[in-house]
């Protein structure tokens, strides 16, 4: 099975904090990507990655920076957390040949 | 861009069926698919289909898709409280997914 794992599953950061999302997958998986869900808007894209040191933006990428050294761990960085970066944020990950993604169990960040 | 829409709520009595009706605009995807997202929990994968065919069944999930209405929808029968949950419908778009808002469903007794 595959397995996509998140480094906290609630978090509770100050306005101005840097705030670091880990995100690990055991499958060998070539793309990973981050999301935040929140409701009424459903997921919305936030980067994503083809390969090792290979970024791509998504839909909505400002405030955020992300960092993949390894194959397996994919990091979203927020380099001062603001209120409004206040969500759930999804990790998931897919092989290079199926666009079947696979989820993480997502971190709630609250930023006060 | 894509745009996949679907209503945010659903309501059915238990032993019921659900149907969550998905909308999209661009017909170009290979893979249509169904997530499911408990609450507090990250997204399941819990059905898809390829966008050659009309309708695919995996026990209670039944999966249909009308390419000439960009309609997509999910029926399960005999729907059960552990049914209640968001899901979502994603497209495929070169190798990534676009995802829509997501259908709250309530299973009441």
């Known amino acids: 099975d595959v397995k996509v794992t998140q480094s906290s599953r609630y978090l509770v950061k100050r306005t101005g904090e840097k705030v670091f999302l880990e995100c690990v997958q055991d499958?060998?998986?070539?793309?990973m990507f981050w999301y935040r869900q929140d409701p009424g808007l459903g997921l919305r894209l936030i980067y994503f990655?083809?390969?090792?040191?290979?970024?791509e933006k998504g839909d909505i990428p400002e405030g955020y920076s992300v960092s993949r050294e390894k194959k397996e761990r994919f990091s979203l960085i927020l380099e001062s957390a603001s209120t409004n970066q206040t969500s759930m944020y999804l990790c998931?990950?897919?092989?290079?040949?199926?666009?079947?993604?696979?989820f993480g169990p997502g971190t709630r960040l609250l930023v006060l | 861009g894509e745009d996949v829409e679907q209503s945010l709520f659903l309501s059915v009595r238990e032993g019921d069926s659900s149907v969550i009706n998905c909308t999209y605009t661009?017909?170009?995807?290979?893979?249509l698919y169904w997530y499911k997202q408990e609450p507090g929990a990250g997204l399941q994968l819990l059905t898809y289909?390829?966008?050659?065919?009309d309708m695919k069944q995996d026990q209670r999930l039944t999966v249909l898709l009308n390419k000439k209405d960009k309609h997509l929808s999910l029926r399960i029968a005999d729907t059960q409280t552990g049914d209640s949950a968001i899901y979502f419908c994603?497209?495929?778009?070169?190798?990534?997914?676009?995802f829509g808002t997501g259908t709250r469903l309530q299973v009441f007794p």
């Open positions: 661009d017909s170009s995807s290979t893979y």
């Open positions: 998931a990950s897919s092989s290079e040949y199926r666009e079947t993604q696979y």
């Open positions: 289909i390829f966008s050659n065919m």
């Open positions: 499958m060998d998986h070539e793309n």
């Open positions: 994603a497209l495929g778009n070169t190798d990534k997914l676009i």
């Open positions: 990655s083809y390969d090792v040191k290979m970024k």
